[in-house]
């Protein structure tokens, strides 16, 4: 398998409890979850979890054992043939039944809690393959379903949303394997080196969506009715953003010498294929881009009352969200508009102690308060025009960038000032500039000073996750492998 892996990295023992008995869950896996060796520079994850969401994934990971092993039908060469996780035993058997778990409330002999810890506890299985993940996770919320168990409360919605984290779990695993190509590449062949700053911008992009996504699922824990617009956003910025970096990662495949049948390109190709039958492809887009023009008088008088949510829970992703702690207003939630003033605001008073890139942001995320307003009297008229209208479906991809931008600057924000990649300015003004290039705000070519500085900390971070097995996640959670 051409999908290497990463060089030497520091090694420690990790000591894992009892789980399953051997009998359940094989020899092979049995001895992975007691003696494996990996990785572990850091603790499980930056952003960390409960140790039970941590244990829970490790042990899905065990279970799915060796992605480089060519006879593990969850490697990523049976997955990359379309064979994988086919073959039946007491592996299939042990991973099913660990996913079906998840989906169960602790209250009925589960182990679910809440939406976004049931992502990050499955992530080791999403970051495989696409349709595997999403094809596991669909049968597990089905038969929790048809059992007529409480959770997840929207079985729909939270299928929907299963569908984008499974999408950049596996995009992620992609840009792994072409960071690792130019980094290796580029040590004697200077002109590879050119590659690293498209690949700094898909990384950017990449966390941009992994936050809309953790944004949504964690809005499934609002009352019924609320995180409408976010899980609009979700479907359809993600998609079409991912969709974006996929094109990106492709070329930079075929640029570097990968030929079309390489494993790493019939990768790209096969997680393209698979988004379209996974409600993750640009058929599906449609759909949430109706939900949107549906939200865009709500929206607009959300703005209209400026509430800063900068600090709400629901962007402080290690923290567990209780039911109803951001309760939305009658006609609509207005957490993901609120934050781009809110946003700005802080930024701009940061600006005369801060560095350049303190800034730089804090141009963009005005730029973005700008746009916002400029949508506002269109958004308020939307009520009256028909969905199927292009003015106002126009209005929609606008507003969809803008929620995306929005849940950048809210996770940013809720992260800042304690040490972690995820609260520095760096990755935020690269993923808003990009935004802002999309909207036609901003300029579409290279950056001043504070661009490049942010590109080159960008690539730092995401070369060093490579070696360090590290996945492409908000969390900079560690892999096993």
Known sequence: MALIRSGPVQERAVVLPDVEPAEQVGPVVERSLRTRHFALAHPYAALAPTVDVALRAVRLEALLSDPYDEANPYGFHALREGTGGRVGGVQRTAVEAAVRAEFVPVARGGRFTAADDLVRVLRPLLRRDLALGYAHGARALIAATQREEPVPERAGEFAALLGPAALTATTGTVLRAAVRMVAERGRTEPEVRQWRGPLAAAFADLLACEALVAVGLRASALPQGGGRAVRAAV?????????????????????????????????????????????????????????LVRELPALACAFERRSDTTGAVLFRLGEAMPARSVPPAPEGDDTLVGVLTGAAARLSTAVAGGEAVTAALARVAGRLVSEQRTLHGPGLAAAHAGRADPAVRALADRQAMLLLAAAVLGVQGAAAGRGLFLGGEHWPLLAATRIAARLGIGPGGPGGPA??????????????????????????????W
């Open 235 to 291: 479907g359809y910025a993600t998609v079409l953003v991912v969709g974006g970096v996929l094109d990106e990662l492709d070329l930079v495949l075929g640029e570097c010498g990968r030929p079309a049948d390489s494993p790493e390109r019939r990768m790209v190709a096969k997680l393209a294929a698979d988004a379209s039958r996974s409600g993750a492809g640009p058929a599906d887009t449609s759909a949430y881009q109706t939900d």
């Open 451 to 480: 661009d490049i500085e942010a590109q080159q900390r960008v690539w730092a971070e995401l070369d060093g996750r490579d070696r360090l097995g590290v996945d492409c996640d908000l969390y900079a959670t560690r892999v096993l």
